[in-house]
């Protein structure tokens, strides 16, 4: 059992071609662009969804911010819509690799970085530094500012990665309890059936979630540097 | 077996049984055909299922279920020694 809980989260290759290459790739058939002024149902429903989503996203920013609005709203866009796919049934979810997750949090938040580095140096700097410290405290501080600096694009990869592994790793354990104790005890079956349907919306819930505080941060990052 | 338009141009429900080998090796298997081929069956199911005027759920939800499918199918060595019994 223990081989077959993690054979899922291997990198998919079909006779040695990496298929994972076609499954990142296909959320995006999943978004029409829009062709006309009044489009079809599908693409109307994902427009109202994106100006509804950007307009949130995108307030507390100013002109400078704004500018990152396609680059916000196709991550969150991405990793919803490969997190909720991972939830039928036998599929890969690429977010639950680490590697794809580093790829996709240590540039966004260099960018913020680097942004606010060469626009607003002073500023950006007196960030390590928060208001009314004690004096000897300073150099202490510093230090731990900027540990808590760098560790923002490993705990964006890490948090993502694990939410939806764990997730997904539930889900199978939990679906193996169930199937192994209907003939145990029918009624125990129930209750964790009921468990695996809760289990089930929670994920659809997370899947979401987690896009969202993905860009969220990032956006966060990019408001203290821009 | 000569027929007045050439074998390549017919649409492959007019081709004869016998000109079908002709037919399938005259085909563009260029990069480029090869997209094209992709293509003209992607908008061939998005105009017939997606872009109407009352798309209902079934546009995504047969893309969907293909996704599941082909899935299935890439995990079917792990998947062919899973069994509810040990004995049936």
Redesign the interface.
Known sequence: MNENLFTSFITPTMMGLPVVVLIIMFPSILFPSPSQLINNRLISLQQWLVQLTSKQMLAIHNHKGQTWALMLMSLILFIGSTNLLGLLPHSFTPTTQLSMNLGMAIPLWAGTVVTGFRHKTKASLAHFLPQGTPIPLIPMLVIIETISLFIQPVALAVRLTANITAGHLLMHLIGGATLALTNINASVALITFIILILLTVLEFAVALIQAYVFTLLVSLYLHDNT | MASPVPVKEKKLMDVKLGELPGWILMRDFTPRGIAGAFQRG?YRY?NKY??????SVA??SM??AA??LF??C??YK??KH?R?RKYH
Not at chain 2, 50 to 55: E, I, L, M, P, S
């Open positions: 992607y998005y997606v872009n109407v005027k009352k798309g546009g995504i893309v969907l996704y599941v899935n299935y890439r995990c792990e998947l899973e509810l």
